[in-house]
């Protein structure tokens, strides 16, 4: 039966080559790609722009929402309230994001971007799409487009597994 892993060796004759070290395992792999790409990132956004990733992160997630409840950006992020608390206090401090009580549960917290936020923003999405055309410069688009199209199902397969594991 695919999927299942010899007990003695513990490697799977499922669909996934052979893990023989740490270096073959996907989640290594796409650790790593991720790594690669946030220190490459990481420099231009601290010296051009000011940002640090998670501010990014949180301006690109508030920026695509139009506004974004605090919780939903900590969900799509998976970071630690406290952490993401500090990051929202230091983008409102700058001027570049706004958070105001839900309208709709006083208990939430609504965030948006200032005119300076969308400003900064702009600047930072056009770096990003000439980093991804960078990154995958190596693949066809009709690889790009597959590529996108795997990631898609793994992030939902995983955001499942990880929902199980956590009970929700």
């Not at 740490?22 to 946030?38: G, K, Q, V, Y």
């Not at 220190?39 to 722009?49: H, M, V, W």
């Not at 608390?85 to 958070?99: F, H, I, K």
Request: a neutral charge; charged letters at 30%.
């Amino acid at each position: 039966m695919p999927g299942m892993r010899d007990k003695d060796t513990g490697i799977s004759d499922g669909v996934h080559p052979p893990i023989r070290s740490i270096r073959d395992a996907l989640s290594f792999r796409i650790a790593r790609m991720a790594a690669i790409n946030e220190r490459a990132g990481g420099i231009y956004f601290q010296t051009e722009l000011g940002l640090r990733l998670n501010e990014w992160r949180v301006l690109g997630l508030v920026a695509a929402s139009g506004t974004a409840a605090f919780s939903d950006i900590r969900d799509q992020l998976l970071i630690d309230k406290g952490q993401l608390s500090r990051v929202v206090r230091t983008l409102v401090d700058r001027g570049l994001l706004e958070s105001r009580p839900s309208e709709t549960d006083a208990r939430q917290i609504t965030l948006a971007l200032t005119a300076d936020g969308r400003a900064l923003h702009d600047r930072a999405i056009g770096f990003t799409a000439e980093r991804n055309d960078s990154m995958v410069s190596v693949l066809s688009a009709a690889e790009c487009r597959q590529l996108h199209d795997m990631l898609d199902r793994l992030i939902r397969h995983n955001e499942q597994l990880l929902a199980q594991k956590e009970g929700k």
